[in-house]
């Protein structure tokens, strides 16, 4: 927490629990969803499942909503990423995965699947770029988001070749 900004925005809401019973409790009340889970094993297993992913849909406000979850790494579990990538395409228009430096994790790299309810969402530009590099942080860029979703040809041929 002492290394992220924003988290002191009355735009914020921080729930720390079980995000698939918070969600099972609201509908269409955010426009953004950032899910920070931890692996896919024991009871946060079912944060990467399809009817999470439904939820997190159905918690999005229309027509722009958008969520970014916690995507592993595509050093490491590819197979899994790419069966989340063909179920989220069922669920969502607009599917795409980024991964970023990390050096902390396994691999040195952490990944986000990233979806919206906008159909041809551009996911890998800026939403406005002169806000982007305006922005007061260390690391994010306009460069650095566009950065993120070029990944290595075996990542890219894997993870395109889902529906």
């Not at 927490?1 to 099972?24: H, R, T, W």
């Not at 079912?46 to 849909?57: C, P, R």
């Not at 795409?96 to 986000?112: E, H, K, L, N, Q």
Request: overall charge negative; charged content about 20%; proline content about 7%.
């Amino acid at each position: 927490p002492n290394m992220a900004q924003g988290f002191s925005s009355p735009k914020a809401v921080i729930n720390v629990g079980d995000g698939f019973e918070y969600l099972k409790n609201h509908s269409q009340e955010f426009d953004v969803i950032i899910t920070d889970s931890s692996d896919p094993e024991g009871p946060a297993e079912s944060l990467f499942q399809e009817s999470f992913y439904s939820l997190l849909k159905s918690a999005l406000k229309p027509p722009h909503g958008i969520i970014c979850c916690q995507g592993e790494s595509i050093w490491l579990h590819l197979s899994l990423i790419k069966k989340i990538m063909t179920f989220a395409r069922d669920i969502f228009p607009t599917v795409a995965y980024a991964f970023a430096s990390t050096p902390t994790y396994p691999s040195g790299t952490i990944g986000f699947l990233i979806c919206s309810l906008e159909k041809d969402k551009k996911l890998n530009e800026p939403v406005d770029e002169k806000i982007a590099d305006q922005l007061d942080t260390r690391f994010y860029t306009a460069d650095i988001h566009r950065a993120a979703f070029a990944l290595p040809a075996f990542a890219r041929k894997e993870l395109n070749n889902t529906k």
